[in-house]
């Protein structure tokens, strides 16, 4: 294993144990489909309860580092220097509908750039992570984007409610994160998607660039409406060129 950071070290054990709530609840969804009560309040119990495991570990720890979370919204503590981004579940749709494919996300914010990200999915058991200069890594093995050249051959990812505008191969599956750790890994090639929150983006963007990609710049100041295209440096032009509208 190589070594990692007492932050990711954190990161780490603080996602493993929210998951075991996380997939006891998905293992509640299908029951619930037919019950009265909607299984969307499930959803946003299950998301709750997974931030507040986080959040209690994280802050275990690093009791003075700031906090901004989907449910929770920000946390401002003596150290805001140091920022975590947690998404407690992202994919919640697909959890919903009993859909194996969401993820805890957690990334560290330290100053202006992210430094450490992770991208947890319970259900696979696959962890993405990532530290600044350390590379990329899924479960414990080093990943790099992918290495195709031509753009037919390519699968691209993307989500949102508006319709692809462009001719490439695409697939929508409902988790930005994963989205990002798959361009991370090579699964998918490259990866493009607007109106996102810096919680659903901020561990893939580390991830995508540790495994030697290329992303677009960031403002991690911004909080919503952040726009991303991502993939591998030798495709990254020729996508930019197939979604001009974008």
Not at 154 to 161: D, H, M
Not at 181 to 190: I, K, L, M, P
Request: one cysteine or more; glycine letters at 6%.
């Amino acid at each position: 294993m190589n070594s990692i950071s007492p932050n990711l070290n954190i990161m780490i054990k603080a996602a493993e144990k929210a998951s075991k709530v996380l997939i006891r609840d998905f293992g509640e969804v299908e029951k619930l489909q037919i019950s009265v009560k909607g299984p969307s309040d499930f959803v946003t119990n299950t998301d709750r309860k997974v931030e507040k495991i986080l959040i209690e570990e994280l802050n275990k720890s690093k009791k003075n580092y700031s906090i901004i979370s989907e449910e929770i919204g920000k946390i401002n503590k003596s150290d805001k220097e140091n920022l975590w981004i947690i998404d407690p579940i992202d994919g919640t749709t697909n959890f919903l509908h009993g859909i194996p494919h969401f993820a805890i996300s957690i990334a560290l914010k330290s100053k202006d750039e992210i430094i450490s990200g992770l991208i947890y999915d319970p259900i696979k058991n696959e962890m993405f992570y990532a530290e600044k200069n350390n590379g990329a890594f899924f479960n414990n093995q080093r990943i790099r984007v992918s290495k195709k050249k031509k753009i037919e051959e390519c699968l691209f990812a993307t989500g949102g409610k508006k319709e692809n505008i462009s001719n490439l191969n695409i697939r929508k599956s409902g988790s930005a994160a994963l989205d990002m750790a798959y361009v991370a890994s090579g699964r998918f090639d490259g990866f493009f998607q607007d109106e996102l929150n810096i919680w659903d983006i901020a561990a893939g963007v580390i991830l995508v660039n540790e495994a030697g990609g290329k992303i677009n710049n960031i403002d991690y100041s911004s909080i919503e409406d952040i726009k991303v295209i991502a993939s591998s440096n030798s495709i990254y032009e020729k996508m930019l060129e197939n979604i001009n509208n974008f």
